[in-house]
């Protein structure tokens, strides 16, 4: 298993198809939102860029408009992998950062594939378990396997939260933990 070591100025935040249209019949899809708008609040606070995909958004819709303020970008797909979309694919690449989290929906297909596809261009890669779901809990779960088995790093949300952070001295520290105790 890798080890992955996040650090803010390495990381970006990558939200994968949350868009009303879909969570509508997402397992446990009030959680996922929660989850990743907490991340995005904190990626915002700590200067890490956020890219979000939406799939087919002419016919599915765009992303969940509560997360729009956070989001570095968006950007459009028709293809399951995010990194099937170049300008997806140019966005990350532009940030010149290497370690990824990712979030979003849905666990089993396009977070999966997205997964892969960013672990074979030699990215670092984190998935939060608590920011990702399918229609059923068993396909997020053999998503995840999956996932975990092709060499990313499971990390809970929170968890990015306070590696990012390091240190009780960060000086955006006492922000972070007040979105801990909000959304937490």
């Known amino acids: 298993m890798p080890r992955v070591l996040l650090k803010p100025e390495n990381s970006v935040l990558v939200v994968v198809d ?42 599915m819709g765009a992303t969940d408009p509560s997360l729009t303020p956070h989001l570095t970008s968006v950007h459009g797909k028709m293809s399951f992998s995010c990194a099937g979309c170049g300008d997806f694919s140019d966005a990350l690449a532009a940030t010149g950062r290497r370690q990824v989290v990712l979030v979003g929906v849905e666990t089993h297909i396009c977070v999966s594939l ?11 890669l984190v998935v939060c378990p608590d920011g990702v779901s399918s229609r059923t809990m068993e396909r997020h779960k053999l998503g995840m396997e999956r ?37 937490g």
Do not use: C
């Not at 997205?114 to 670092?124: K, P, R």
């Not at 009780?168 to 105790?181: D, I, N, T």
């Open 18 to 59: 949350v868009q009303p249209s879909f969570m509508k019949a997402i397992y446990e899809a009030d959680r996922v939102l929660e989850r990743t708008s907490f991340l995005a609040k904190v990626s915002r606070l700590l200067e890490i860029p956020v890219i979000a995909t939406e799939q087919y958004p002419k016919r």
């Open 114 to 124: 997205t997964a892969n596809a960013l672990l074979d261009t030699g990215y670092e």
């Open 147 to 183: 996932i975990r088995d092709a060499g990313a790093v499971p990390a809970h949300t929170e968890a990015v939260a306070y590696e990012w952070l390091q240190t009780a001295e960060h000086p955006k520290f006492r922000e972070a933990l007040a979105l801990v105790k909000e959304l």
